[in-house]
């Protein structure tokens, strides 16, 4: 078996490929224990590649899963094979576990304190009033659409969402292996920038579940602070530049709709 590791935001992307079964545990379960006690406890295992999988390794799942939520972390498992699919079916499994058709949407099942989106101006405050998500996955991109900083995308929340920009916050985590976080507070002021070109992912309330819209564009407006935990917030606007005509013309009228809604409701003043 062959197992692939990558990371976004604070979650542990592991890839299984092949078979997993009490052969080649040992091996494997040692790594992914030294990960979780060096902190990796919010692990994702995508296992749309693994073929096989005994009953040895399925009682691991489960210790994993039980170390990462005494830790404060968890386990979710995403595009399971048909096979495995089959045999968590068969157990009950499905019941244990998180199961989720993407890595992004593995990913945002982790983020608890994700609150709703919201209309306003650059400097409106979080609504939590309305239902939605406000996760957006962002990377650093250069004028051809390259990664600057790795592929893997980091993970900011919405505040507010206007035609034709979106304002969201960012935790700057703390320097670390470059590997796994190459944008932190030692580089982030030459990282993040206005000007800087951004590529982005979000879902937005009331659309499609599994729908995702892909924006990209160029850095607005950046500040940073402290915040209640003492750890570095950003807050970024940017401004989107290429986006699909339907994901405009949704995005548009999302947008619309809201204003129209505060305004029957006579709240024009109020959040909404």
């Given at each position: 078996m062959k197992v692939e590791r990558k990371r976004w935001d604070d979650v542990t992307i592991l890839n299984f490929i092949g078979e997993f079964d009490a052969f080649n545990l040992p091996s494997f379960s040692e790594k992914i224990d030294g990960m979780i006690e060096q902190g990796d406890t919010k692990m994702l295992f995508n296992l749309r590649l693994l073929t096989f999988i005994n009953s040895s390794a399925l009682g691991y799942l489960l210790k994993v899963k039980k170390r990462c939520q005494e830790l404060g972390g968890d386990l979710v498992l995403v595009q399971p094979s048909k096979f495995i699919k089959k045999t968590l079916l068969t157990?009950?499994?499905?019941?244990?576990?998180?199961?989720?058709?993407?890595?992004?949407?593995?990913?945002?099942?982790?983020?608890?304190?994700?609150?709703?989106?919201?209309l306003g101006g650059k400097d409106a405050a979080v609504d939590e009033k309305l239902a939605g998500t406000n996760a957006i996955m962002f990377r650093v991109v250069d004028e051809e659409g390259n990664d600057l900083f790795g592929h893997n995308p980091q993970i900011g929340r919405i505040t507010s969402l206007e035609d034709g920009t979106v304002h969201f916050k960012w935790q700057v985590p703390a320097p670390g292996p470059r590997h796994l976080v190459p944008i932190s507070t030692e580089n982030f002021s030459s990282a993040v920038h206005p000007g800087t070109r951004m590529k982005a992912k979000f879902r937005q309330p009331f659309a499609r579940k599994s729908h995702y819209f892909d924006i990209g564009g160029l850095v607005s407006r950046v500040t940073s602070g402290q915040n209640e935990e003492g750890a570095t917030e950003a807050q970024v606007s940017m401004d989107w530049q290429e986006v699909s005509d339907d994901d405009r013309a949704a995005l548009s009228g999302y947008i619309a709709d809201m204003k129209k809604f505060k305004d029957v409701l006579g709240k024009s003043g109020e959040q909404v």
């Amino acid at each position: 078996m062959k197992v692939e590791r990558k990371r976004w935001d604070d979650v542990t992307i592991l890839n299984f490929i092949g078979e997993f079964d009490a052969f080649n545990l040992p091996s494997f379960s040692e790594k992914i224990d030294g990960m979780i006690e060096q902190g990796d406890t919010k692990m994702l295992f995508n296992l749309r590649l693994l073929t096989f999988i005994n009953s040895s390794a399925l009682g691991y799942l489960l210790k994993v899963k039980k170390r990462c939520q005494e830790l404060g972390g968890d386990l979710v498992l995403v595009q399971p094979s048909k096979f495995i699919k089959k045999t968590l079916l068969t157990l009950g499994l499905q019941e244990v576990f998180g199961i989720y058709d993407s890595d992004e949407d593995g990913v945002l099942s982790f983020q608890q304190d994700v609150v709703t989106m919201k209309l306003g101006g650059k400097d409106a405050a979080v609504d939590e009033k309305l239902a939605g998500t406000n996760a957006i996955m962002f990377r650093v991109v250069d004028e051809e659409g390259n990664d600057l900083f790795g592929h893997n995308p980091q993970i900011g929340r919405i505040t507010s969402l206007e035609d034709g920009t979106v304002h969201f916050k960012w935790q700057v985590p703390a320097p670390g292996p470059r590997h796994l976080v190459p944008i932190s507070t030692e580089n982030f002021s030459s990282a993040v920038h206005p000007g800087t070109r951004m590529k982005a992912k979000f879902r937005q309330p009331f659309a499609r579940k599994s729908h995702y819209f892909d924006i990209g564009g160029l850095v607005s407006r950046v500040t940073s602070g402290q915040n209640e935990e003492g750890a570095t917030e950003a807050q970024v606007s940017m401004d989107w530049q290429e986006v699909s005509d339907d994901d405009r013309a949704a995005l548009s009228g999302y947008i619309a709709d809201m204003k129209k809604f505060k305004d029957v409701l006579g709240k024009s003043g109020e959040q909404v």
